[in-house]
């Protein structure tokens, strides 16, 4: 099996070769032996499976899944999180019993669904959501050594509803990626009709994984496209991969509510704001027949280095799902992947801009950036909320450019301030957020 997944490879590195583009990020080549993971047997808890998320251990030298078994081929609830793993990527073992499910009498009594999982240190960290009826969602945690036998955090739920009625219905789980200093979620909300309304994107950072603050400045940071677009309803589950100074986003997207699965790409230089949709979207389409001509949606890809292909591979295992009665499974696409250099989209300064502190909020340090089109003297200096200067951060004449400097406020106590920039004629001001 190992051997034709390497000549499959293959036979993708000379199409590749013969076809190579500036937009190679979004060309998804679906496996021919797909599905890779079926449903289970008549009767089982995994009877439909859907949610899926990947890692790759490097101890162990094997993929690892968890995914959301449930007990109808057309994903109903309630549901189950199993565990599967494989040498290859293509031929997987089941775990026979989900490893979490519902908890009788808890927030999670009634389903337990889209695992994110992160692997640091051989301690297995696990963001899901549950619900104690449908489509009610909040978002858990649970922690594990062996990605099997997993301990929720008793004060669960970490994450729940929004005072704003775009993420007032429920919130779902999309990716997390530690970072120095904490963590930085990316999640989706509902409106106070839960599901049924528009879903749209959040972001919120922590220090443990445990207590998120939201960014309630930018929030909702990506929003669904105008009407009769293809994800004019639902933007959800976002899976954030950051390549090279950009943040990649693959989403899933819907013109109704559980109907026209596909999955979209957006990308944002720091993760919160101006995610551009790619023009080339959806990026990952249903098939004109078979498995997954009913719908597909975004798993979380992997970037793997790969020689045997021109540049690095991306690895995504999808669910897919027929028409109707929706057989849910999971298949394997990949991507040769072709970044965006960062530092050829902005080496070039054409206008004054001052961008949003990152992170923000931010304990205790946060990066400010800004571009400069003509050089000349320039200040940046950070304010108090009743406008004292209290750190001057630049002060000094600089050619055209990019800059970026770092903000340090182990001093200063938790609150709002202000940063300002002053290049020649032009000058911005800013609000930041720290919280300690």
């Not at 162990?60 to 057309?74: C, D, H, I, N, Q």
């Not at 904490?182 to 950072?205: D, E, F, R």
């Not at 206008?351 to 931010?362: D, G, K, R, V």
Request: with cysteine; proline share 7%; net charge negative.
């Amino acid at each position: 099996m190992k051997n034709l997944f390497f000549k499959w490879l293959l036979l993708i590195a000379f199409l590749v070769i013969s076809s190579v583009n500036l937009l190679a990020q979004v060309n998804w080549t679906k496996y021919p032996g797909n599905p890779v993971i079926t449903s289970g047997p008549s009767g089982s808890w995994y009877r439909g499976l859907f949610g899926s998320y990947v890692l790759y251990n490097t101890d162990s030298l094997r993929y690892e899944m968890w995914f959301v078994g449930s007990p109808t081929v057309g994903g109903d609830r309630p549901c189950n999180l199993g565990f599967a793993t494989s040498s290859d990527g293509l031929s997987w073992y089941i775990h026979p019993n989900p490893f979490l499910t519902p908890s009788a009498g808890e927030w999670d009594s009634y389903s337990v669904e889209m695992p994110i999982v992160i692997r640091e240190n051989g301690l297995y960290k696990m963001w899901y959501y549950g619900m104690a009826s449908w489509p009610w969602m909040r978002i858990g945690y649970a922690t594990s050594t062996d990605g099997i036998n997993w301990t929720k955090y008793a004060g669960n739920p970490v994450l729940g509803v929004g005072t704003l009625s775009w993420e007032a219905g429920g919130v779902g789980t999309g990716s997390v990626i530690p970072y120095e200093g904490g963590y930085k979620m990316w999640y989706y909300g509902g409106t106070l009709n839960g599901l049924y309304g528009p879903l749209k994107m959040g972001y919120a950072t922590s220090i443990d994984g445990i207590s998120w603050q939201k960014d309630t400045l930018h929030n909702p940071i990506l929003v669904p496209g105008s009407p009769g677009s293809w994800d004019s309803h639902w933007v959800c589950d976002p899976r954030v991969l950051l390549i090279d100074g950009m943040y990649y986003m693959w989403y899933t997207g819907t013109t109704g509510v559980m109907t026209n699965f596909q999955v979209g790409l957006a990308t944002s230089f720091d993760g919160i704001t101006d995610w551009i949709k790619h023009p080339a979207n959806p990026v990952l389409r249903p098939s004109q027949s078979g498995w997954d001509s009913g719908g597909i949606e975004v798993g979380n890809p992997i970037w793997i280095g790969d020689t045997l292909l021109i540049g690095d591979t991306l690895y995504l295992w999808y669910p897919g799902s027929t028409p109707i009665p929706y057989i849910y499974q999971v298949g394997l696409s990949t991507s040769n992947f072709t970044p965006v250099l960062v530092e050829e989209e902005i080496t070039q300064p054409t206008e004054y801009i001052l961008s949003q502190n990152y992170p923000n909020p931010f304990n205790p340090n946060t990066k400010i950036s800004w571009q400069s089109p003509v050089g000349s003297w320039q200040t940046l200096k950070v304010y108090d909320m009743l406008g004292r200067e209290i750190a001057t951060l630049v002060d000094e004449y600089r050619p055209a450019g990019n800059y970026e400097v770092e903000f340090d406020a182990t001093a200063f106590s938790s609150g709002v301030y202000f940063y300002k920039i002053q290049a020649g004629e032009f000058i911005s001001v800013r609000k930041m957020v720290l919280q300690k």
